[in-house]
Each structure stands twice: as C-alpha cells, then as structure tokens.
C-alpha cells in the first residue's frame, strides 16, 4: 500500500519539475493615476513572491485596449522582503479619446501575466 504513495512524493519532490509550473505570476494589486498637463503619473503596486534573483517581478507596463504598449517600468532587483511594493512611473503620453488602460506584470520565470487591471484614466 505505501509504494502507491512513493512515486507521487518524488515526483514533487524533484527538482526536474520546472519552475515555471510551480510558480505564481506577479500579479498588480493596485494602481493609482494622476494627470498633470498632458501625461499621467501611475503609481503600481505588484505583489509577487520575489525569492530572489532566479523568480522576482521584473516589469509593468500600461496597455491601451487593443494591446498597444504606452508605457513600460522596468524593476530592477527583487523585492524579496517588500510585498507587496509601489513604483511609479511619470510622464505617460495617452493618446486623445482613450478612457481606460490594462496595467499588466511580469515576472522572470512566468512571464507576463494573464491578470491584469484595466484602469479609468482621471
């Protein structure tokens, strides 16, 4: 009965697993928008389990609703011991008649997130 059991253990167990299965995406817990005169100012909380350099929130970017990049914050270290984190990023250029946008992260071992926050601009 007990041998049943050996081989899932192991298989969890293993380091061939990939990372990427075990791991969670960065995800955007809040976003905040400002506008001053002709571009905005957005301040993105992420929230990811940063275990340091091999798995760590890398990046967010602001999308329109066709997919379009806007804008992109790079991250440039882990925040292992700061969960979830704020950054900002000034001086966005939305083009006229745009009423809302995607925010979406991204992590070194998933990569771009499916969860996303679409935002109304002010």
């Known amino acids: 009965m007990l041998e049943r059991f050996i081989l899932p253990i192991a298989l969890l167990a293993s380091p061939a697993l990939p990372t990427a299965a075990l791991a969670d995406p960065a995800s955007v817990h809040d976003v905040r928008v400002a506008k001053s005169g002709g571009a905005y100012t957005f301040n993105v909380t992420i929230l990811h389990s940063d275990t340091g350099w091999d798995d760590y ?66």
């Open 57 to 122: 929130a890398d990046a967010w970017r602001i999308k329109d609703m066709e997919g379009n990049v806007l804008g992109m914050r790079q991250l440039a270290h882990p925040h292992v011991n700061e969960q979830p984190f704020t950054r900002s990023l000034s001086g966005v250029k939305i083009p006229d008649g745009i009423k809302s946008v995607v925010i979406e992260a991204r992590d070194t071992v998933t990569g771009w997130s499916p969860q996303v926050k679409t935002v109304n601009l002010p």
